[in-house]
Nanobody
Framework: QVQLVESGGGLVQAGGSLRLSCAAS????????LGWYRQAPGKQRELVAR???????SYADFVKGRFTISRDNAKKMVYLQMNSLKPEDTAVYYC?????????????????WGQGTQVTVSS
């Protein structure tokens, strides 16, 4: 089985910073893209940032210049540094991975999701 486990969420004042971490574990053959998505109450889940295995990054317009995604391939970790947080950043943040598991019946990587971590930004 493949698991993604997030940590680092919490309550912060507007203008503050938080760093989210996500660890991939289990019988993993390879990890392609990793990323962070978020879902606010009453809204659809949306992409925040994504990073390829080679380190290329992409960001949603609403976080450009404020958030930075990074990964440590040796540790199977992905991080999201969030600066200049705004109340509208309040959401559950989900770690995402495009991963090929050892027990997968096909060589095609599949999507995996973490359980989510709550980020609350107070005004």
């Amino acid at each position: 089985q493949v698991q993604l486990v997030e940590s680092g969420g919490g309550l912060v004042q507007a203008g503050g910073s938080l760093r989210l971490s996500c660890a991939a574990s289990g019988r993993i053959v390879s990890i392609n893209d990793l990323g962070w998505y978020r879902q606010a109450p009453g809204k659809q889940r949306e992409l925040v940032a994504r990073i390829t295995s080679g380190g290329s990054t992409s960001y949603a317009d609403f976080v450009k210049g404020r958030f930075t995604i990074s990964r440590d391939n040796a540790k199977k970790m992905v991080y999201l540094q969030m600066n200049s947080l705004k109340p509208e950043d309040t959401a559950v943040y989900y770690c995402y991975g495009l991963i090929r598991g050892l027990l997968s019946p096909t060589p095609t990587p599949r999507d995996y999701w973490g359980q989510g971590t709550q980020v609350t930004v107070s005004s």
